[in-house]
């Protein structure tokens, strides 16, 4: 049986999509805060459900006793300064107390969900990152990707003290989601609404159905290729190439008009201000509008040489979400 935190967010409605069609393979207990949630009444009957909040001081050794292995991928990902107390809660202190949790149960196994931003961004290197990346002090991490680089220290730490453990890097993932307002599934959105401007950044990105079979891998070849971490990126790609590939699934006009760095900044300062004063919604930020306007690479091939599986071309899992949008927004017969 494999504990597993974040069955609700973005990869894991698509963990649980793969798991079922799978022939669940290997029984789940879901640690969720909502068990009512929409998203899990396909399998209820099919899973232990049990509830969690990531964000409070939590035992979780009775909810992982018994357990082969613990799947986590719950984070908070969000650029609002406000949210930087429950980022350091949700990502850094609730693996902690997992990590414990698994050690003095002793459940052997460990996946982590980390994310390329785990690995910092030099400010004067632009030669690709790949797994052998430190955390250096710059100026373009963010504190989303401090926290994650915090939560691996703890996760390496468990390692330390006997635990095996397998943590992956994905890039930015793109892929469908039932709600289309959060996370790069508003790119789509956001495109279909006749969004304008692009940033003038490059960033690695990945599908989410290549960052779930590289969880399943993982799962499966235990212990080969344990005890390492993996980034898993199938392509760098400029936002305005990427914003364009998304136009053109959608059948709508490409943003022309190129965010000049000190551009994005200002508006960035502007909004995240806005958002403390009013409470407005925190669309871009400083740290976002910093890190979309600059140009970071990363090697994704490692993943490939351990499993023998190419990744899925980006342009084919922008056509592929694009379908899924537009049946879900009643408008494929109208484009």
């Known amino acids: ?37 929409p998203y899990l009444r396909p399998y209820l009957g099919q899973v232990e459900v049990m509830q969690a909040d ?19 991928m719950a984070a908070t990902i969000s650029f609002s300064p406000r949210a930087r107390a429950y980022m350091q809660r949700t990502n850094v202190l609730s693996t902690r107390h997992l990590i414990n949790a698994a050690l003095e149960e002793s459940v052997p196994k460990f996946i982590y969900l980390s994310s390329i931003a785990a690995l910092g961004r030099p400010a004067d290197d632009r030669s690709p990152i790949d797994e052998s990346a430190t955390w250096t002090d710059s100026p373009y991490n963010t504190w989303y990707g401090y926290t994650k680089y915090a939560g691996e220290k703890e996760v390496w730490r468990g390692q330390a003290e006997g635990l095996s453990v397998f943590v992956l890097n994905p890039g930015i993932i793109l892929g469908s989601y039932p709600d289309w307002s959060k996370g790069s599934p508003y790119f789509f959105t956001a495109i279909w609404k006749g969004l304008r401007f692009y940033p003038r950044g490059i960033n690695g990105f990945v599908g989410v159905e290549d960052v779930v079979q590289a969880i399943a891998w993982g799962m499966a070849n235990f212990p080969s290729g344990w005890g390492e971490r993996y980034i898993a990126v199938a ?73 023998g599986r190419p990744y899925t071309p980006i342009r084919e899992v922008i056509a592929k979400t694009a379908k899924v949008f537009l049946e879900s927004h009643g408008s494929a017969a109208k484009r």
């Not at 935190?5 to 799978?22: I, K, P, S």
């Not at 035992?59 to 986590?72: D, K, N, Q």
Request: net charge neutral; hydrophobic share 45%; glycine share 8%.
């Open 235 to 307: 392509e760098n790609i400029a936002y305005q190439r990427l914003f364009t590939w998304i136009a053109e699934a959608l059948g709508k006009g490409a943003p022309t008009t190129a965010l000049p760095p000190f551009v994005a900044y200002a508006l960035g300062w502007t909004i995240e201000n806005l958002h403390k004063i009013l409470g407005l919604p925190a669309v871009m930020t400083r740290e976002t509008a910093r890190t979309s306007s600059e140009a970071f690479y990363y090697n994704g091939s490692k993943l490939v040489e351990c499993t």
């Open 1 to 37: 049986m494999w504990v597993v935190t974040g069955a609700t967010g973005f990869v894991g409605y698509h963990f649980l999509r793969w798991w079922e069609e799978a022939g669940r393979p290997f029984p789940l207990r879901l640690l969720v805060r909502r068990p009512d949630h």
């Open 54 to 72: 990531l964000s409070q001081e939590t035992s979780f050794h009775e909810m992982v006793r018994g357990a082969e292995g613990i799947l986590h």
